[in-house]
């Protein structure tokens, strides 16, 4: 029998790292016509990738950490672009299922002189099948965050049990469940999505939601307003575009930081890279003014960029901006950058 000249050589089977954090949702492909062209007209459309966890765990890989995205495409030839475009991010995507008796949801961009508005293709999707089985994945064990978002009881009775179960049962035990509350009209009306999100964000460790948004479904025009309504979790993040961001934690005063200053280019998706820069921030060990801080660095990288999932610099870039004096913060001033040094 050969002998191996070179033990010391010998390969061991790489072993991935443990996941930090798991998002479960659906990502859709996205069909959009050149700007400012409405739908009904458009002879071309540019096609790309859209999801609201996706683009959370997106954020999450490119700021170093492992990110899982968790969910269903069809079998067909958008489900093979979503995942190879949220695998290119950095992205786990060894808990994504192909489901070969429903298709991969889309949506579809309308500009038009009132702004853009938004058509779904997605009842019946592939990952409109998810349901609490999706849970019991188990490359998740061990897993520090589940990310959910009030997209995913939306979709079917069958995304709302994962939901469900997610909160109740505590399918990953040991992680913290964070949630945003993302409310989309286009789904459910207010008043149905009200008291259904009231619950399960109530259920939850971590919840982000946007002030304007909580105004629209529970009139809580304020943060304190949201905090009352929603005792349950740990830390509750008020979120309010370009004026800042209020953190709530028990038993804690709540702490205002205000949004940095930016040119935006496109707002969509800054919700998405404010909580995976909160949650980074969660993941280093961070104190809350510097999770808040961290969450708007990351928003501000979406707002001055194009698409859904922009470039983020390199970790130093942020280390300064977050260790800046108060001052500096009110508010910081990034105008004109497209900061990545
Ligand atoms: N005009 C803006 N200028 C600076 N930061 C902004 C602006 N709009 C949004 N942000 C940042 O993005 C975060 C999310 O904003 P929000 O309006 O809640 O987004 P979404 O509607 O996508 O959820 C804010 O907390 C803030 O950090
Ligand atoms: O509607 C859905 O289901 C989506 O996931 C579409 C979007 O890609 C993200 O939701 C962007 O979300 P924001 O960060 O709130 O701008």
């Known amino acids: 029998m050969p002998t191996n000249p070179r033990p010391d050589r010998v390969t061991v089977p790489a072993v991935p790292p443990p996941v930090e954090v798991a998002a479960v949702g659906e990502t859709m492909v996205v069909l959009c016509p050149a700007p400012g062209e409405p739908l009904e007209h458009a002879e071309q459309v540019a096609v790309s990738v859209g999801g609201a966890e996706s683009n ?97 009881p939306a979709l079917s009775a069958s995304c709302r049990a994962l939901v469900e179960h997610a909160v109740t049962n505590r399918p990953l035990v040991g992680a913290l469940i964070s949630f945003d509350v993302n409310h989309r009209a286009r789904l459910w009306p207010a008043e149905q999505a009200a008291p259904v999100l009231r619950d399960l964000a109530d259920r939850c460790d971590l919840v982000f939601v946007g002030q304007d948004e909580a105004e629209t479904l529970w009139g809580s025009a304020t943060p304190m307003a949201v905090r009352e309504l929603l005792p349950g979790p740990e830390t509750v993040v008020v979120k309010d575009g370009a004026v800042g961001a209020t953190v709530l934690c ?28 909160y949650l980074a921030g969660l993941l280093r060990g961070l104190d809350p003014v510097r999770r808040l801080r961290l969450g708007h660095l990351v928003a501000a990288q979406a707002l001055t960029s194009s698409g859904d999932n922009a470039p983020v610099p390199p970790w130093a870039w942020f280390e300064r901006l977050i260790a800046a004096p108060a001052d500096a913060w009110s508010p910081l001033d990034l105008t004109g950058t497209r900061a990545t040094t």
Do not use: C, N
Not at 250 to 277: L, Y
């Open 56 to 152: 959370v765990a997106g954020y999450l890989a490119r700021l170093g950490h492992q990110a899982a995205w968790v969910s269903r495409v069809g079998d067909d030839p958008f489900g093979r672009a979503v995942v190879r475009h949220v695998a290119a991010a950095g992205v786990r995507v060894d808990q994504v299922s192909v489901d070969p008796g429903a298709p991969t949801g889309m949506y579809v961009k309308d500009p038009g002189p009132d702004g853009t508005a938004v058509h779904y293709y997605r009842a019946g999707s592939a990952a409109s099948r998810m349901d609490p089985a999706t849970l019991a994945a188990p490359g998740l064990a061990g897993a520090r965050v589940l990310h959910l978002s009030g997209i995913t």
């Open 250 to 277: 028990r038993d804690a005063e709540p702490i205002f930081v205000p949004a940095p200053r930016v040119t935006v280019v496109e707002p969509v998706g800054a919700g998405d890279a404010f909580a995976a820069g």
